[in-house]
């Protein structure tokens, strides 16, 4: 049985989309809904709630056409056709300012030094994925980095600490086996920049697992459906 851990793509069987869509959904978003049947869009595994027993929870971030909101579901583990994960850096060099991509790039060959692959979450990553409106001026980059200890995440955290660009700031997460994780942010100025904390430097030598936030997607029955104000699609 696939882990559901953060960051987890799935991609749903056709029963299940048509599962998805019998519900009652208001108009946008059974417009995007619909999008993301018709063109077999990956949905994002979301926290879990305790004795859901066969359901998984998942969301959806929307583009700026459906008023980037954040919608949640919850499906049957049967329909899941698959599990995939966000893109890797190097399809979102194409999405990314000039002076961004050198910097990516930088940072990719730095990462690989290291034996670690960063892959591209949030705005950017979707975008990626979608083809549609996710990103806007000032979206952050946001990255996650598999590490496999206190000693090499130390080591991906001095390469996040190279990034040197103002915008997209880069915000990173690094994950451990285990689904602990910690995040880093970026951000180049002409006075200072803000430096990951050292894992090794962390009694346990490994870092807590990050705390559970509630979760930002709105089910068609809550009525609340949380936004972020964003779009415009790269040239």
Known sequence: MEALRRHRLVRLTRDGWAGVLARLWDAPARHCLAHWAAHGLPLVVTRQSPGAGDLIALGLPAPTRWERRRIALHVPRGSVACYEEFPELAEVLPWLPQPARAAACRLQDGLGACGAQARIYGSHGWQVLSGL??????????????????????????????????????????????????????????SAMSVPVSCTALPSGKPSPLPKAPSEYATPESGNHTSSRAGMTPR
């Not at 955290?157 to 190279?162: E, G, K």
């Open 133 to 190: 409106d996710h990103v806007r001026p000032g979206s952050d980059l946001n990255v996650c980095v598999q590490v496999e200890d206190a000693a090499q995440a130390d080591e991906v955290a001095h390469r996040l600490t190279d990034w040197g660009v103002e915008q997209p700031r880069l915000d990173g997460e690094l994950m451990f086996p285990d689904g602990s994780a910690v995040t880093s942010s970026v951000a180049c100025s002409s």
